[in-house]
């Protein structure tokens, strides 16, 4: 079946350093890629998607782009910010119907 | 994109008992779903629940243990029966919504059982 496999947290950065999470997916089809973000005490909130091979999505400076070859929709963000401190879930939908997230990693920036 | 309001937010329950969760969506939807978050784990989907037919339920999961209603194409309801410590986790509800904002959260209920 459907599964995300994400890299494991907890992440600890300093302001200004650049962030990637590594997310590899395995999916029978071409599906739809998601990165949501949950900050502390809060709900989950949509960060960025991807619904095609090569698609870039992109949002608060943070950038993923839809790998076929390599089944993978890593995150990046060039600077961040102790804003960005949250946990973020990568996740995808097959058949535009239900989401299968990853384990989610945490961030956390320190000023 | 659409506004879900869920609640209780927040619930501490006595083992044994039950426990009904609400989701009100801002717009007509035709699927909703129920997703569990146990402690520093990611979601899992509980079930889907459709307007007008009974809910689909994920491996693993049980109509008796999480009996879900969908009276109209707006609310919905998650009920958490004879609750035990292990079921304490944040139950999120879902839709998906139109155009680029992808799949729609609550803010969830955290529920504690003791």
């Known amino acids: 079946g459907d599964s995300v496999t994400q890299m494991e947290g907890p992440v600890t950065l300093s302001e200004e350093a650049f962030l990637t999470i590594n997310c590899t997916y395995t999916?029978?089809?071409?599906?739809?890629l998601f990165w949501y973000v949950q900050y502390p005490g809060e709900g989950l909130q949509l960060l960025l998607k991807?619904?095609?091979?090569?698609d870039k999505g992109s949002n608060k400076g943070f950038e993923a782009t839809y790998r076929k070859e390599t089944t993978s929709f890593h995150l990046e963000k060039g600077s961040v910010q102790v804003s960005d401190s949250a946990v973020y879930f990568c996740?995808?939908?097959?058949?535009?119907?239900?989401?299968?997230f990853g384990a989610g990693t945490t961030v956390t920036v320190r000023a | 994109s659409a506004v879900i309001s869920q609640k209780p937010s927040r619930d501490i329950c006595q083992r044994g008992t039950s426990l009904t969760i609400q989701c009100q969506v801002d717009?007509?939807?035709?699927?909703m779903f129920w997703y569990r978050q146990q402690p520093g784990q990611s979601l899992t989907l509980i079930a889907t629940?459709?307007?007008?037919?009974?809910?689909?339920?994920e491996s693993g999961f049980v109509i008796d243990k999480f009996p879900i209603s969908r009276p109209n194409l707006t609310f919905s309801t998650l009920t958490v029966s004879n609750m035990s410590p292990e079921d304490s986790s944040i139950y999120l509800c879902?839709?998906?919504?139109?155009?680029?904002?992808?799949?729609?959260f609550g803010s969830g209920t955290r529920l504690t059982v003791v």
């Open positions: 991807a619904t095609k091979a090569d």
């Open positions: 999916a029978t089809g071409y599906p739809s």
């Open positions: 879902s839709v998906k919504t139109g155009g680029d904002y992808g799949y729609t």
């Open positions: 996740a995808l939908s097959e058949d535009d119907y239900k989401l299968s």
């Open positions: 629940a459709n307007q007008g037919s009974e809910a689909t339920y």
């Open positions: 717009s007509q939807v035709t699927m």
